[in-house]
Structure formats: structure tokens, C-alpha cells
């Protein structure tokens, strides 16, 4: 389970080698994926937004920054996770998994968002792994990050994290010590 939970945040498309190595991605690589689709279709009504999240968005809305969420699910999944935020109208634009051809920490989904949102060179990525660290550094972009993804501090500084909070609401509440003033 450890090694499961060392990539999450990594796509669908990388974690089965990542975890169990080339063979169980040719033979079992797609029914993997299918299963956990499944299982993950039964439980995603309990996942909700972590404390601060739709303050924060709103607030860097408010700033008038434009706002992109960068995922590689699937639309139906997107279109939850933006409803239960309640931050349909507060994000630009998304991506899901049609956008990309590859997942992190492959940069796909960083470039789709660059380039839903006019590609910024003044642009920022807010994450909470070394998945999403990789994926931006990747694209050329920092990340800010969160302590939410189960990962620690100083792993993630050492992932190359410009930034790293406890929660979002430290995030919010220190805004503007980060680039994303």
C-alpha cells in the first residue's frame, strides 16, 4: 500500500508500471484502470473539497488572476469535483483527460492548461505532490504546494517546490508571499 500511495497524484497511464513494472501494465494495465474507475465511481460522492479551497479560488479570482484546473480525469469527474467546489464560474477553464496524451508527471496536462488559459508566462502551478512538481517544472512553471497529498515538506521542497504550506487556508492567509500575489 505504501508504494500505491508514494504516486498517487501520478495519471493512470504511468502509475501501473510505476507500481508493479512493465509486465503488469502489458498484461493488466487496462483492467486495472477499468477497476479502479469502478471502485473510485462508488466513493466519489464522499470526497469533498478540503477546508479553504473555495476561498481560495474566489480569492485569486478576486485578484484577477485566470484560473485553470489542470487534471487529466474524466469530464464526468471534472464536472463533480468543479460542482461540489462551487467554483464552476469561478474557474476559466479546465482540462480532462481528452486534453492530454500522457498524464504526470509528463507536462501534457500543464501545456493544455497553458494554453486554455492564453499561455501565461507569468503562470504557477498549486499542488500537493511531487507528481504536480514534476508535471509543471516540466512545462517551465514553480509550484506552490500544499500539505494535503501526503507528502512532507521537505519532500517537497526537494521535488523542487518554491513554496509549501500546511493547508490551503495557510496558502490563502499568505498569499501574498507567494508569486501568486
Known sequence: ??????????????????????????ELG?????????????LRDECVPLEGAH???????RRGLVLVLASSSN??????????????????AWTTSDDVERTKPHPDVI?????????SDAAVMVGDSRWDI???????????????????????RDHGAVAVFDSLVELLERLDETSLR
Do not use: P, Y
Not at 30 to 42: I, N
Not at 55 to 61: I, R, Y
Not at 111 to 119: D, F, P
Open 1 to 26: 500500500m505504501w508504494r500505491v500511495h508514494r504516486h498517487i497524484g501520478m495519471g493512470g497511464d504511468q502509475i501501473v508500471t510505476a507500481v508493479a513494472g512493465e509486465r503488469a501494465e502489458r
Open 30 to 42: 487496462d483492467a486495472l484502470r477499468d477497476a479502479s474507475r469502478e471502485e473510485f465511481a462508488k
Open 55 to 61: 476561498e481560495l479560488v474566489a480569492e485569486l479570482k
Open 75 to 92: 469530464a464526468d469527474d471534472v464536472d463533480h469535483f468543479l460542482g461540489a467546489l462551487e467554483a464552476r464560474d469561478l474557474i476559466d
Open 111 to 119: 501545456h493544455a492548461a497553458l494554453e486554455k488559459a492564453g499561455a
Open 134 to 156: 514534476e508535471a509543471a517544472a516540466n512545462a517551465g512553471l514553480e509550484t506552490v504546494c500544499v500539505i494535503t497529498g501526503g507528502w512532507s515538506e521537505q519532500e517537497l
